[in-house]
Nanobody, 124 residues
């Protein structure tokens, strides 16, 4: 069983930056990790993913060049650095973990554990 707790959300002006953190209980070194987001009235969507050893990452097109996912397995923590934020990035951001050693998971259905989410609001 893995428990995930996100933090770092908040209100920021367009062009600003935030860093989200996801603290995991237990040893998560074998888990692929991902960030998803859900805006009001929309489905939850993939944002970024990282493999269990951190060697591979993948991003949705809308955040490429602006967001960066990383992980510190010694601290059981995954990060999402978000730069050049836009109003359309406003959403609840969720951290997720999937039991997939050495690979990246993009499909929401492949993730086994979810955090409670953290709100990110970008004002124009």
């Amino acid at each position: 069983q893995v428990q995930l707790v996100e933090s770092g959300g908040g209100l920021v002006q367009a062009g600003g930056s935030l860093r989200l953190s996801c603290a995991a209980s237990g040893r998560t070194f074998r888990y692929a990790m991902g960030w998803f987001r859900q805006a009001p009235g929309k489905e939850r969507e993939f944002v970024a993913a990282i493999s269990s050893n951190g060697g591979s990452t993948y991003y949705t097109d809308s955040v490429k060049g602006r967001f960066s996912i990383s992980r510190d397995n010694a601290k059981n923590t995954v990060y999402l650095q978000m730069n050049s934020l836009k109003p359309e990035d406003t959403a609840v951001y969720y951290c997720a973990a999937g039991d997939a050693l050495g690979t990246i998971l993009v499909d929401i259905r492949e993730y086994d554990y979810w955090g409670q989410g953290t709100q990110v609001t970008v004002s124009s």
